[in-house]
Nanobody, 130 residues
């Protein structure tokens, strides 16, 4: 299984970027997606950004991106996207997509946990200049 992110880059404060992630190597019927990020100088820590449940009915966001970021999925193409608007310098990070191969009826605590996810992408750099 391979997850491949795309769409990162350099943007000015207030700008927008759209990240995408595609899965290949295995067909997953129902699964949850998430985005995490690794901040500069915090190489040992990935913080939760957003998630979408396995059935697509629920989305979850960390407080600092609520209202600015939107996660969406396209089951037909096995992709997930993260639309990031009103970007701030503190959003600068390497962004990782992640996939949970199971099906769980759970809430924020489950979907925001690093240990929930079975597969990870290689990361894409997002840099927001001030």
């Amino acid at each position: 299984v391979q997850l491949v992110e795309s769409g990162g880059g350099l943007v000015q404060t207030g700008g927008s970027l759209r990240l995408s992630c595609a899965v290949s190597g295995r067909a997953f019927k129902d699964y949850a997606w998430a985005w995490f990020r690794q901040l500069p100088n915090k190489e040992r820590e990935r913080e939760f950004v957003a998630a979408i449940s396995w059935n697509g009915d629920s989305t979850y966001y960390r407080d600092s991106v609520e209202g600015r970021f939107t996660i969406s999925r396209d089951s037909a193409t096995d992709t997930v996207a993260l639309q990031m608007n009103s970007l701030k310098p503190e959003d600068t990070a390497v962004y990782y997509c992640a996939l949970d191969g199971g099906m769980a009826f759970a809430g924020m605590a489950y979907y925001s946990s690093f240990s929930t996810y079975d597969y990870w992408g290689q990361g894409t750099q997002v840099t927001v200049s001030s």
